[in-house]
């Protein structure tokens, strides 16, 4: 009995402490929702009033009461201020207030812009009205024409508004009382700033065209003449461009030094050096360029002109086959030669000042002391198949996992050869790499190419695709298929090299589309071949100016083919013959180049340059050293 008295109650204690849980978790959702009503009902009308301030301003300003208008602006401004000082509570109640001192001041200043392009467009002078909305809004309208009066004198600095539309604004607007103290001191500078124009404009130019140390040493200069409005612009422009220039001219500093440019780069960052002269970075770099660089002096003497073919990679197939290319031992001994008898690598177009498109203007070469000029062209590395294949040179250039440029080919039994020794470009860049100086500011030499069959052994067009299917036909090969997608990567590819062979010092020259004897060409020939070079091989490579005519078989320049062929930007004309020669023409400048080749090496005399007994395989093996070489000039 006892036992079910116990159960009873204690049914009873389980059901009362159900019953005060479900009471006071009922009181509780009570109170959440009477306090979201009630926060609801806040807000709500919370928003209805703060709705009613824009249009209460808006109505005070179109009614001229604008000690009204001030007024609520004002009380909605210290509510702002306040709660931002306080740490920014109540953010919702907040952004209400910020939205609407926003949409105030905004209604305030798209009246004072009305009144201001009148005034700037058409000399409008504000009538009474407009006076009395400048003067009475105060705050809201002091800053906002104080700045646009500054605005003003910077446009009148910069040259984009006159002086006459200038002095019409600031005396109509000096009857506003609490913009007096912009208008006035202003006023008076109006011819300060006037002379300082000029040379302002010219520091603005130099920095849009990016020559950023010129627009610096302008702005010091118009700092150290000026005081007030003109100093303060100066100054302000002085920091910013310091600031915008700082990395990337550095960056282009080291680049060259890396690119073995270091008189451009001495040049660079002595100027550097001065705008930023307590910068160790700066000075670091400008140690490592003066360390290369040494005194120079103005050549007006001949300048040699030497031009090499692809060379032998493989002697097993081609060393006695033509006498027309060197291998790549003989090339790179004649480099040692070369340097050896003071010998330095120029840029052929640093002669011509092609600044102006209908004149050229002739420059005189800078060299080391002791230095002589010399100019380097690969001529027409076009990688066509008869020759490749026939005389051991490599079939095409590539880039390799370091992004120097190499050559390769297929060995005999299938295997592909590839490296940095088997092409001009390759042991050229290697030997300035161990030989900087034989490099003048880091020039290499000119590679001319043209659009037959192939560009450096990549077919990267439909016409080339049929000039390929035709030479391995003439030399009984089996046709090879390229499509689409393939001649897209070729071009890719090929993109790629001439990016790498521009940045280190190589100048691209065409030698005509169709490698064609532009001498006995047709205008039409030469026009239908331009139109090719510029549509399939000018996209990758950008614009070229020089032209290195195949066989030497050159026009003359005021032939109309030649008027032609310089309206469409070739500037620079490499001809063929065995002495140093150049000239400068009605809008050109013609180089003859000397050929080296096994046969010639045997056959003309090139004492002014090396000995060739010392390049030749055949003599340095040993095989000829007992024979005479015939001398002959051609």
């Not at 301030?53 to 808006?58: A, K, L, N, Q």
């Not at 302008?218 to 002085?238: E, H, P, Q, W």
Request: hydrophobic fraction near 40%; glycine fraction near 6%; charge should be negative.
């Amino acid at each position: 009995m006892r036992r079910s008295e116990d159960n009873i109650f204690d049914n009873y204690e389980r059901k009362s402490v159900r019953n005060i849980g479900h009471f006071i978790a009922a009181s509780v959702c009570f109170l959440l929702m009477a306090s979201m009503i009630t926060v609801v009902f806040w807000l709500n009308a919370s928003m209805e009033v703060e709705a009613g301030v824009v249009p209460e301003f808006e109505a005070a300003l179109a009614e001229g009461r604008y000690d009204e208008a001030l007024q609520l602006y004002r009380q909605v401004h210290d509510v702002v201020v306040a709660s931002d000082a306080n740490g920014g509570s109540g953010e919702t109640e907040l952004q209400i207030q910020r939205d609407q001192m926003n949409q105030m001041e905004e209604i305030v200043n798209n009246r004072l812009l009305e009144i201001e392009n009148e005034m700037r467009n058409s000399r409008y002078t504000p009538s009474t009205a407009d006076l009395n909305f400048m003067n009475e809004m105060q705050e809201l309208t002091s800053s906002r024409i104080s700045s646009w009066l500054n605005e003003l004198s910077t446009e009148f600095l910069l040259g984009t508004i006159e002086k006459p539309d200038l002095v019409f604004i600031f005396e109509t607007l000096n009857d506003v009382s609490n913009v007096a103290a912009t208008t006035t001191p202003l006023l008076y500078e109006i011819e300060t700033i006037e002379q300082a124009r000029g040379d302002v404009q010219a520091a603005e130019a130099c920095f849009e065209q990016g020559d950023y140390i010129a627009s610096v040493q302008i702005l010091n200069s118009v700092c150290n003449s000026y005081t007030g409005f003109v100093y303060d612009y100066a100054s302000n422009r002085l920091t910013q461009i310091k600031e915008i220039m700082y990395e990337p001219m550095l960056s282009e500093g080291e680049h060259m030094l890396e690119r073995y440019r270091y008189f451009s780069a001495e040049a660079l960052l002595s100027s550097l050096a001065v705008i930023f002269p307590d910068d160790a970075r700066i000075n670091a770099d400008l140690l490592e360029a003066t360390s290369h660089t040494t005194e120079v002096r103005e050549y007006t003497g001949t300048v040699e002109v030497l031009s090499v073919r692809q060379l032998i990679a493989d002697v097993s197939r081609g060393a006695s086959n033509t006498g027309l290319y060197l291998t790549t031992d003989e090339f790179t001994r004649m480099l040692e030669e070369l340097y050896a008898n003071d010998y330095v690598l120029v840029d052929a177009e640093t002669m011509a000042d092609m600044s102006e498109d209908t004149f050229i203007t002739e420059v005189n070469l800078t060299v080391p002391v002791g230095k002589k000029p010399l100019i380097l062209v690969l001529d027409t590395f076009d990688y066509n198949v008869a020759n490749t294949m026939n005389y051991g040179l490599c079939t095409q250039l590539s880039l390799d996992e370091q992004g120097y440029v190499c050559g390769q080919y297929v060995a005999p039994d299938g295997t592909l050869v590839s490296g940095r020794e088997l092409e001009a470009i390759g042991i050229l860049d290697a030997f300035v790499e161990a030989h900087p100086d034989f490099s003048f500011d880091g020039a290499k030499g000119v590679i001319s190419i043209c659009g037959y069959e192939s560009v450096f052994g990549y077919v990267i067009s439909r016409d080339e695709a049929d000039d390929r299917t035709e030479a391995l036909a003439n030399i009984g090969r089996p046709n090879v298929e390229f499509s689409d997608s393939e001649i897209d990567n070729n071009r890719r590819i090929v993109t790629e090299i001439m990016e790498v062979l521009q940045d280190t010092g190589w100048k691209l020259a065409s030698s005509t589309y169709g490698n064609i004897n532009a001498f006995e060409a047709d205008m039409e020939t030469i026009v239908a071949d331009t139109e090719k070079w510029m549509e399939q091989i000018e996209p990758l490579i950008g614009d070229v100016h020089i032209i290195v005519y195949p066989g030497g078989n050159y026009i003359y320049g005021t032939d109309p083919r030649a008027v032609y062929l310089k309206n469409n930007g070739f500037r620079i004309f490499f001809g063929m013959g065995y002495n140093p020669y150049h000239i400068y023409g009605d809008n050109y400048l013609y180089y003859d180049r000397t050929t080296i080749s096994e046969y010639s090496l045997n056959n003309l005399d090139f004492s002014r340059l090396f000995d060739a007994s010392r390049i030749l395989d055949s003599y340095v093996n040993g095989t000829g050293a007992d024979e005479e070489q015939e001398q002959e000039v051609v």
